[in-house]
């Protein structure tokens, strides 16, 4: 009788402990299908500080976005896209925001990994010309004789000398005074220099805010002049993505969705980036986001084609405009550079 009841109260302690496995959670078990499953970790590099371009990221991340769709998403600040392109190369970001043809060239390295973009946020490149008619330049072709600021690290100078070709306009005759990329604005608003080259939505609006009138501005943006170059782009990880496919549309659906916001949002979408920033303007950031919305991310090819893919002809003739001044040791293709397979369909990518 002594055994039946002791077999019985082991009976009873083995159910109990099977019960308590199932209801307390074994840390063994894998998750059912229907528990939720902890957020992905994903580092995300922008390769500037946080000002209005950057407003698709801010909004993914204060409305949710990247969250709804598994994703905790830590932003961090590169000094340039030389910078966050390594960082992605070397696995310290799974993400970046980069100038799509500074990742062109770092393709011609010959240890270069295979990282390509896979959504373009910036249909048209920012590269511009900032001049002032005070100072004779009313046409690009004025810029002839006149000093060009340049700062260090700008690289919308790289493309400079094929658009003047393209624009007869002889390179050789503008002279360029390289500066700090902090006095860029400063120089040209007390006339040290007659014009500066950079980008539209920063420098053009920068002036403004310095108290340059805008009729005295003249803003000569490299697109309006043949020049055939994307603009910002989002990298991956290529051992990132093979890993986590997934997680790589999940972050392209939530970005599109925060570019929706902006977009219909501006005012909204500029006051959640200001929050993010030392000492900004809400009235300078939302003038910046509105520019950049119309100059640079909502154009023609991106109302026609849906947000985020290429033109591969367009991105192949953009190429042999970057070849005219550097020299490849192996020309890359639009299919070396850009990987639409983590695009969602055209019918989430249109924006109206």
């Known amino acids: 009788m002594r055994v039946i009841r002791t077999t019985a109260i082991r009976s009873i302690l083995a159910a109990l402990i099977g019960l308590c496995a199932n209801v307390c959670g074994d840390p063994n078990r894998s998750l059912a299908a229907d528990e939720p499953r902890p957020p992905i970790a994903i580092q995300f590099s922008l390769d500037r500080p946080i000002e209005a371009g950057a407003a698709p990221f801010i909004l993914a991340s204060a409305r949710g976005l990247f969250s709804s769709e598994g994703l905790a998403v830590t932003i961090n600040l590169a000094s340039g896209s030389p910078d966050a392109i390594a960082r992605v ?9 980069v100038d799509i043809n500074e990742l062109i060239r770092f393709h011609d390295k010959a240890s270069a990994p295979p990282i390509k973009a896979v959504f373009v946020l910036f249909n048209k490149s920012p ?9 004779g330049i009313h046409a690009l072709s004025d810029i002839e004789g006149k000093t060009l600021g340049v700062a260090e690290g700008d690289l919308s100078i790289r493309l400079w000398p094929a658009l003047a070709r393209q624009n007869g306009i002889k390179a050789a005759s503008v002279k360029q005074n390289r500066i700090s990329a902090a006095v ?4 040209l608003s007390a ?19 310095r108290g340059v009138p805008a009729d005295d501005l003249a803003v000569f943006q490299y697109a309006d002049y043949g020049c055939e170059a994307y603009g910002f782009a989002i990298i991956v990880n290529p051992a990132f993505a093979a890993r986590k496919p997934e ?6 659906r939530a970005v599109i969705a ?3 916001l902006a977009i219909r949002e501006p005012e909204r979408a500029a006051d959640e980036v200001v929050s993010r920033m030392d000492g900004g303007s809400r ?4 003038e910046r986001l509105r520019t950049v919305i119309s100059d640079n991310i909502l154009t023609g090819e991106v109302k026609h084609n849906g947000i985020g893919g290429i033109d591969t002809a367009r991105f ?3 190429i042999d405009q970057i070849a005219e001044d550097f020299k490849f040791q192996k020309r890359p293709t639009a299919a070396d550079i850009f990987d639409d397979t983590f695009l969602p369909p055209l019918n989430v990518r249109l924006i109206n």
């Open 89 to 97: 190369a070397a696995g310290s970001s799974d993400f970046a925001l």
């Open 127 to 135: 590269y511009a010309i900032v001049a002032r008619k005070s100072r």
């Open 184 to 187: 860029r604005e400063p120089i």
């Open 191 to 209: 006339g040290q220099v007659d014009a500066v080259a950079g980008f539209s939505y920063l420098s053009a609006v920068n002036l403004r805010d």
């Open 247 to 252: 997680a790589v549309k999940g972050f392209l």
């Open 258 to 260: 925060g570019t929706q």
């Open 283 to 286: 009235d300078l950031e939302l």
């Open 316 to 318: 192949e003739r953009s």
